[in-house]
């Protein structure tokens, strides 16, 4: 069983910046997409970015283009996410997910992070 932890979220002001870490407890990049997903209060969840197994290719929905960058740490099996020019729409709480694929949802979530957009 995988298990994975996310931090870094917290309050923080429009227009500015977060990272968020995800640690796997075990070798994950090499076979897992990473995603990061976020659900806001009374909205249903959605994708952020993935970046995929192997090459690492990284993938971004159009609202977070431009702000946000996903990388990866294969020795230290970390992923992370740079969050750059925060709006209030970003609020919600942050998961991290370790998918069979990057085209779909099935696979091992950690518990989430809250990132607040607030003055």
């Known amino acids: 069983q995988m298990q994975l932890v996310e931090s870094g979220g917290g309050l923080v002001q429009p227009g500015g910046s977060l990272r968020l870490s995800c640690a796997a407890s075990r070798r994950t990049l090499d076979y897992y997409c990473i995603g990061w997903f976020r659900q806001a209060p009374g909205k249903e969840r959605e994708g952020v970015s993935w970046?995929?197994?192997?090459?690492?290719?990284?993938y971004y929905a159009d609202s977070v283009k431009g702000r946000f960058t996903i990388s990866r740490d294969n020795a230290k099996n970390m992923v992370y996410l740079q969050m750059n020019s925060l709006k209030p729409d970003d609020t919600g709480v942050y998961y991290c997910a370790a998918l069979s694929s990057c085209q779909d949802q099935k696979g091992y979530w950690g518990q989430g992070t809250q990132i607040t957009v607030s003055s």
């Open positions: 970046i995929s197994s192997g090459d690492g290719s990284t």
